[in-house]
């Protein structure tokens, strides 16, 4: 049950807990969130332990509590098991002139320290030593001399036998190095390893260090060590030797004795005392540190990095001064104002605050801002404060006064740093303690926004606006007021991203505005003629991309006759067209171009588009007024246009040759480029290729080639074409084409004999060619009756002979003419005739070789003797059914049908294992049944067994081609092989 006493103390710390900074929201974004934390940040806890005496002095660590009573004895207690404690008597083991002025606990919890101070001048200085695990302490030997008032801890050690290399300040100013190391006997711990005087800091003058703390650099063997006096901040850097692993921190102090002066940082004081305490992150690599001097606490920022450009190994130094008095006349307890009691006895530093303990109170400041935030006042029934302390591993504050331990629990103590760093203007820092809490970082964002609006930084100010909940209204006339127009649209286009597409009202609001302020800047500049300058030409690019927005394009189809009305009003004819090309308004601008008669302006806006059904529409008037202007827009849409589209276009306008030049050049650049094989395309440039330019027709028929699937053109509609127009060449390509041979002909003798003579070579088929010279040789004998024409006929064409041309000569000729024609084809017939006989011979001779070699195989027998073997398992042949080929190899029935079955096709294989199962499975009565061919089933069966598997002989015919690759011996016979051969 709770005492009195501490009910009332708990009401005395509520009380004068300070309150927290409270901070308007500037910003009205969020007007339902919750921005203070009602939590405590400190609070402490009594806890149930029960030292028999008043507590003099207190050391914790690694959840290890170790209180020096005023009886002598030591009050030991593992904090994960509260209820088992233990109580030693230290006072028996040392001199009895000699009082304990301060314990030691290492990290670890392992290792304890215990300094005696002498009483009189009859008594000397002592240090004992305790490990956890004993309890009886012993002195260390070499330390009578030395009155021990600091020990420098070695975090890196993890021994819990042995505390690594440590340091000891003394009253008189001497650092020592030593190792102390617990003794496996029970009875006896503390046996020294090493003891040595390595500096001294009071060179000669008894000046007390009060504190020490040496870390090592990661990464590298160096180490940095601060010593504390009660007015001098010393620090040392340098490079340790090792040795077993373990560092000697003599060395470090190597190049400190060869001079006189070392880095140190003073601050006057009278006090006969002094704290150092660091603070370590979430790696147990230090951070900051903290000195307790008289006239405050001296906090700085750890970087041993930068001792290689100056002799300070922290940054950012600066002095907190203590907190006033705060005296509370309704405090329930009574307290005792010493208005002397200024600096604080003890103190232990957390990341962001001091806690100082005074006598009678315990107040925490922040090292920020330098603000109390906590005080707690003790009540008098508990004794005074003698120490505060913080265990290094777990980082646990405890409490010490006379009679009491208490813990002291922090709670979210960086809850309010976003605050203090705004208030400092270090915004980037307040972002990041505020946990992603989007009321404090809309409150930061609307502080750096203010700030930087008052500094003239409107660009990056309007960034930061643009982020916040501000009053849309109230940002934008604080730029309007100082005519920021650019940072005016930037902010528009934050807003106008971040509002959804239902917010329509909005949306076209900022669209319509940031228009008008792209058109009022265009414009002016315009009218100063810097439409070539760089800051044009940006502002037009901004204006475009903005344009393009899906945002702004769906809105346009809403309010495109306001914005039209704007750019009308500013005369910005250029930034029309593109809107009309953004909202694909493009009828309207080309229409109004032709109807000026400005056709290179509509042509020119029609070649910036990707519109084809734009230029079929309007290629009917622009082809009438510019053709050759239309033809090149059109060449340079490439394939995107479809030609056949753009006929109606063509056929209005023949009237005259310019017109059908263009035309012609149109469609032969897409039959030449593109392979176009459209037929209406081809069938419209062969029109005007008969109607205008017969040469190129030729060209273009010969291009298209001579057979019906080459050609894309309707060959039907070609000729009647050709005829109308009077192209007689033409019509001969084109009957050709069609198979019309005779006509070609016919078509060609009209116009010149070697045409006719080209034609009549075309077919393949030598009876129509022969038909064709016929009629040649008919036009060209009885033309002129010329023998030397009739000849030269004779000697072109083969296929004709002297016999066919005959009749076409009158009867006045006679046969003396044609001697020797009439001889040569004489010759030729006798020829054939002596190789038709030639060939009847040899085919008569083969014909009796076969009939003689059936005969031969009629009378052909093999005589098998009783000693043959099987060519596949050498035994004896007549043991089993057997096989006999005609080139004499022999095989048992079963072993050819081993052997044969691997090389089948499946088809085969399925039909040889289903004539085999149904000679196994039928009865006899059945198999002995006559079939149709009039020989037993079984025999059938078996004959046609006899054709799969005696079909040929497996090692003359194509089995054993087919087994040339195959190797002799496979790897499965491969050992029984090798057995064989050895």
Known sequence: MTSIFDQLEQASQISQ??????????????????????????????????????????????????????????????????????????????????????????????????????????????????????????????????????????????SVTTTGPILLGTSQGHLLETELEADNDKMFSGSQQYWRQIFDIGKGTDTPITGIQFHRINNTTKYFIFVTTPTRLYQFIGSAVFTDNKPSLQTIFYSYLTTTETGFQEIPSTLKYSKLQFYFDKDNTPKTFAWLTEPGIFYGQLDPTSQQNSNSLFTQGELINYPAEKIDTKDLVSEKSDATEKTPLAFVLTEFHAILMFSDKVKAVSLLNQELVYQDTYSEAHGKLKNIVKDPIRRTIWAVTDKAVFRYKVIREERNVWRIYSDKEEFDLAKQYCHNNPAFIDIINVKQAELLFSRGEYEKSVEIFAETQCSFETVCLKFLEVNQTNALKFYLAKRLDALNEDDKTLISMIVIWMTELYLSQLGFLRRKGKEDSDEYCQIQSDFEMFLLQPKVMNCMHHVKSVIYDLMASHGDKH??????????????????????????????????????????????????????????????????????????????????????????????????????????????????????????????????????????????????????????????????????WEAAVERALDVDVPLAKSVAAMP????????????????????????????????????????????????????????????????????????????????????????????????????????????????????????????????????????????????????????????????????????????????????????????????????????IDKPFITDEDWDKVMKEWE
């Open 764 to 963: 393949e088929d030598t009876e129509m060619q022969r038909r064709l010279w016929l009629t040649i040789a008919e036009h060209v004998i009885t033309k002129n009756q010329d023998l030397k024409e009739a000849m030269s006929l004779l000697q072109e064409c083969p296929l004709i002979k002297i016999e066919d041309i005959l009749p076409f000569f009158s009867d006045v000729v006679t046969i003396d003419h044609f001697r020797e024609p009439i001889c040569q084809s004489l010759q030729e017939y006798n020829t054939q005739i002596e190789d038709l006989k030639a060939e009847m011979e040899e085919a008569t001779k083969s014909a009796e070789c076969v009939r003689d070699e059936i005969q031969s195989f009629r009378n052909r027998s093999v005589v098998v003797s009783v000693s043959d073997a099987c060519c596949a398992c050498a035994l004896a042949l007549l043991l089993r059914p057997f096989y006999l080929f005609p080139c004499a190899h022999r095989f048992h029935a079963d072993c050819l049908l081993t052997e044969i079955q691997p090389t089948l096709s499946p088809a085969r294989r399925n039909k040889l294992s289903d004539l085999q199962r149904r000679l196994s499975v039928l009865s006899s009565a059945e198999l002995a049944a006559v079939t149709a061919s009039g020989l037993p089933l079984r025999e059938v069966i078996r004959n046609e067994i006899d054709d799969i598997v005696a079909s040929e002989c497996i090692f003359c015919g194509e089995y054993m081609i087919a087994c």
């Open 575 to 740: 930034n029309l067209i593109k809107l009309t090309i953004i909202n694909e308004d493009y009828e309207n601008v080309i229409e109004q171009n032709i109807y000026k008669k400005s056709y290179l302006e509509a042509l020119k806006i029609l070649q910036g588009l990707r519109r084809p059904d734009l230029y079929y529409q309007f290629a009917p008037m622009l082809m009438e007024a510019a053709p050759k202007h239309t033809v090149d827009a059109l060449i340079s849409q490439g394939h995107s246009l479809t030609p056949s589209k753009l006929l109606p276009a063509f056929l209005g306008c023949e009237n005259d040759d310019k017109h059908v030049l263009e035309i012609i050049r149109y469609l032969e650049y897409i039959v030449q480029n593109f392979n176009g094989k459209d037929k209406a395309i081809h069938n419209y440039l062969l029109t005007l290729y008969a109607e205008r330019n017969k040469p190129a027709l030729m060209r273009y028929l010969s291009r298209q080639g001579q057979t019906l699937d080459m050609v894309n053109f309707d060959v039907h509609y070609a000729l009647r074409i050709c005829r109308e127009k009077n192209v007689p060449e033409a019509c001969v390509k084109l009957s050709a084409l069609l198979g019309l």
């Open 17 to 158: 807990r300070a309150e927290p900074v409270s901070e308007p929201m500037t910003s009205s974004g969020y007007i339902t969130m919750q921005m203070e934390d009602n939590t405590p940040m400190f609070s402490k806890q009594k806890m149930n332990f029960n030292p028999s005496d008043l507590i003099t002095h207190v050391a914790v660590a690694s959840d290890y509590l170790v209180l020096a009573m005023a009886n002598g004895k030591l009050f030991r207690l593992d904090l994960k098991m509260p209820d088992q404690h233990e109580e030693i008597h230290y006072a028996k083991f040392v001199q009895p002139n000699t009082k304990l002025s301060n314990i030691f606990l290492d990290p670890l919890g392992q290792h304890l320290l215990l300094a005696f101070a002498a009483r009189n001048k009859e008594g000397n200085p002592e240090l004992i030593y305790l490990h956890r695990s004993r309890n009886k302490p012993k002195s260390v030997s070499k330390s009578r001399n030395y009155e021990v008032t600091e020990v420098g801890w070695n975090y890196e050690n993890k």
